[in-house]
Nanobody
Framework: EVQLQASGGGLVQAGGSLRLSCVAS????????IGWHRQVPGQEREGILC???????EYADSEKGQFSISRDYAKNTVYLEMKNLRPEDTAVYYC????????????????WGKGTQLTVSS
């Protein structure tokens, strides 16, 4: 069974930093891209960053230079490093994979973890 477990969220003050983790299991980790997405209640889920099977970053957006993504093949884990957090970064953060293509598929990812809540206070 494909499983993605996101963790590391919490309450952070504006300007702070945090690292989220996504532990993957049930599939061949090194053959699949893993993406981080977030969703604010009432809004559409948006992609933040995705890391390909060979470690390249996709979805990069100049407005999101505050985020970086990395993966540890030995631990089957993908990390999302966040800095200079703002209240508008408050959301549920999800990690996801496209089990069938193994690529960064945006909201077309077909396996999603349960998400971890990040709240940034002003």
């Amino acid at each position: 069974e494909v499983q993605l477990q996101a963790s590391g969220g919490g309450l952070v003050q504006a300007g702070g930093s945090l690292r989220l983790s996504c532990v993957a299991s049930g599939f061949t980790f090194h053959d699949h891209a893993i993406g981080w997405h977030r969703q604010v209640p009432g809004q559409e889920r948006e992609g933040i960053l995705c890391i390909t099977r060979d470690g390249r970053t996709e979805y990069a957006d100049s407005e999101k230079g505050q985020f970086s993504i990395s993966r540890d093949y030995a631990k089957n884990t993908v990390y999302l490093e966040m800095k200079n957090l703002r209240p508008e970064d408050t959301a549920v953060y999800y990690c996801a994979t496209d089990f069938y293509s193994g690529r960064c598929s945006g909201n077309g990812m077909n396996h999603w973890g349960k998400g971890t809540q990040l709240t940034v206070s002003s």
